[in-house]
């Protein structure tokens, strides 16, 4: 007959004296962790909130309903890379841990009122293109209901030192405007039209003025046979 074994944990009850060294040891650790991963988890979102020119606050989960599955999480945030964009999920006590101390993530308009946001909270990050950033998460909602839009941060001023809050709206608003490649090409369009123009009346005036003196020549050559 197998004699039934029990662990050191089991035999010794985690007492004030043993509790870091007997049982008590690997809920411990497992605290550390989490608390090790908080803080890295933390550092990440404010290096990003320093970096983005443009942050979008939505929640891709609404309290006793299906928020997004895998496959529309992953669609999402490859729509985000393609725009040199990123999207995190995070716990909202995390989040505004993080906009309170990232050097003054608060506005003249307010502060983003993360507990205000209803359902799971994720955070679309813009490090280029603002506009291209706005038409991605807008297009995704307009998709699918389940991802919703509360409001953003606009990083404008010189050197992009002040922040703008945005309301969900404007976020909108921002979406509907030309991204800067669209911006380019309307400007050169712009810019190119004037000088084919001018080329084309400077071809003209060229094709005329030898027509002109083609006459003359055959003039000449009749007059002096």
Do not use: C, W
């Not at 985690?14 to 933390?42: P, V």
């Amino acid at each position: 007959r197998k004699r039934a074994t029990i662990s050191p944990a089991e035999a010794e009850p985690a007492t004030s004296s043993n509790f870091f060294y007997g049982g008590g040891s690997r809920f411990y650790i497992s605290i550390m962790k989490s608390f090790e991963q908080k803080k890295k988890e933390l550092a990440k979102l404010k290096d990003k909130l320093a970096k983005a020119k443009l942050v979008i606050f939505t929640s891709f989960a609404r309290a006793g309903e299906k928020g997004l599955n895998v496959a529309e999480m992953r669609n999402l945030k490859k729509a985000l890379r393609a725009v040199n964009g990123e999207y995190v999920v995070g716990k909202k006590t995390l989040i505004d841990k993080a906009l309170k101390t990232n050097n003054g993530q608060g506005t003249a308009d307010g502060r983003p009122d993360i507990f205000g946001y209803e359902g799971s909270s994720g955070i679309a990050f813009g490090f280029g293109d603002e506009a291209a950033t706005a038409k991605v998460l807008h297009t995704f909602a307009k998709k699918l209901p389940k991802l919703r839009v509360f409001g953003a941060l606009l990083r404008q001023g010189f050197g992009g030192r002040a922040l703008k809050l945005l309301d969900d709206k404007t976020v909108l608003e921002l979406a509907k405007l030309p991204n800067r490649e669209m911006m380019l090409a309307r400007t050169i369009g712009m810019i190119k039209y004037p000088l084919s123009g001018l080329v084309n009346v400077l071809n003209a005036n060229i094709r005329n003025l030898v027509g002109v003196l083609n006459q003359i020549s055959n003039k000449d050559k009749i007059r002096y046979g």
